[in-house]
RNA sequence: CGCGGGGUAGAGCAGUAGUAGCUCGCGAGGCCCAUAACCUCGAGGUCGCCGGUGCAAAUCCGGCCCCCGCAACCA
């Protein structure tokens, strides 16, 4: 069987998922469902990144040790599956033993391979921020944030890892592969930050100072620096490296993340797999950010929109949906409650679950209730066979917006295709092979819509399915091929016209 | 000269050379199968500004202004 893997980037597990991670996650089980739909045997992983010194004050702040404040937080992100109806079928939180045994083997390759040294490192700290500073975020040598604090100089002893090393391999390994980072205005955007040169970076911690990471192999009073930890659970997931036949036969995968992941995801994590020996990651794919109001979320505006919250209110599919669709390929996008509702309204309601709807009760009326005698020569089929053509190179893509504008379109010509036919009429006129014909058209066209919105809002897909009187998708064996085609809806079938799909908001 | 994105109808966006488009909202009409839904038509834009190249520019080139992120561990 055809192997694919999927991962999310790990959220730190410092708040509240938020929706921007929502709309990560939701992308890449898009992916994952559609890949599944084509017969691939799928691993998809996402998590929770554990470590650092955020987590560890934070911890502190709430009285918990570290241990237990990660647990409470994990749960929260596991929930999400649930909640955002994910078929992701690995959870990895990088306190897992597994996780933390394969970093310590992974900084061992990179050792092994000169890319680990010691070295003095001094950092300029604020108090005030409890971070270090680098001399660009500073303005007249204070910090911007608390200008009347004394930067304190803070010096240890760190392994570094010789990411310096890498810029030529990782330039020729860009060139060669021009598909690595999707969209393209990111893979330029990384090429440029390697051609500037790239500094060793710092890997370690003195563990006196910060002892809430993981263990530099053969030296305990150091600790790895989070990412380090963090970006190996790519790997460690799929169990290197004592599962072998696992990883060979996922790595390399594709990695979805946010634009401010790029550099770690692109450059830093591409330099120690190198260092490490291992193959590249497959792709890159970056999502951009999603503002509220068209401001950036933050916990001290006190705007932040929470994915739990939404779902609440609007449901599962109502989000996916809007995340999906109004967010921008590719580009940041905005959030709003009022232009939720519209997309809900206009597309969910009364687009799709009308047409439903509508198609159901003339069959109900006019045709006892059960799907008429199947037609050949459909309006549709053509049509749909182009959509899914479109869905599968934009998939490619990663382009979901335009994807579900294509099936919406579809979805349209349908609404026309009523008031043009005017089924009623036939009824009246006791036309019935016409009738009978038109119908057919709207059922199976909707039962392609069913398909085609699987990998999006799949709680929808099942309704539109049961309603026609057809089972759910059972993703193990779905012939997928088969179902594309047009005329898999038999005659006969008896509908089940059932609740309404998307019951119209704020009427009233 | 730090990096990147953006400035197109009231709002949100698509469109990378050849009659300016989509969704929502707004106005008029139609229909009655349907969730006051659906369908048709219409109003509304000097495509941020200035200059250049072209028969032709929202689209290419140069300059400028404005907005938003990022600036090496926050999706």
New binding site residues.
Partial sequence: MKKFYITT????V??DP????A??VIQADVIARYKTLQGFEIFFNTGT?EH?TKIYEKAKESKLPPEKYCDEYAERFKKLKEKLNLTYNNFIRTTDDHHIKAVQKFWKKCQENGDIYKRNYK?KYCVGCEM???D??LENGRCPLHPNRKLEIIEEENYFFR?SKYQKPLLDFYKKHPDFVIPK??Y??VI??VE????D??ASRLKEKMPWGIEVPDDPDHVM????D?LINYISCLGWPDNKKKFNNFWPGVQV?????L??QA??WQAMLLSAGLPHSKQIFI?????AD????SKSVGNVINASDLVKKYGTDATRYFLLR?I???????FTYK?FE??Y???????????????L??IE?YCDGKIPKSTKDSEFSKQCEETWKKIDELMKVYKF??IL?EVFRLL?KA??Y???K????L?KENEKEELEKVLYNLAETLRQFGIMLYPFIPNTSDKTREQLGLSEIDIKDFDFEKEKNWGELKSGIEIKKGK?????LG?Q
């Fill in positions: 980037t790990l959220p730190y410092n708040a938020h929706i921007g991670f709309l990560e990144d650092g950092a270090e500073k680098t660009s975020e990411f205005h990111r330029n955007e440029k930050f500037k040169g790239l500094k970076f710092s620096y989070v990412w380090f963090a993340a946010g634009k401010d992941n550099r770690q450059a830093m999502h951009g950010f999603i503002t068209g401001q950036k979320m109004e921008p390929d590719y580009e940041d996008g905005d232009r519209e997309r309204n206009s597309d969910l309601a009364n687009d799709l679950g009308n047409l439903l709807n509508r198609t009760t003339m009326k917006s335009q504008e349209s609404n026309q009523i008031d043009e005017k089924p009623w009429e009824a309404t799909l998307f019951p119209r009427n």
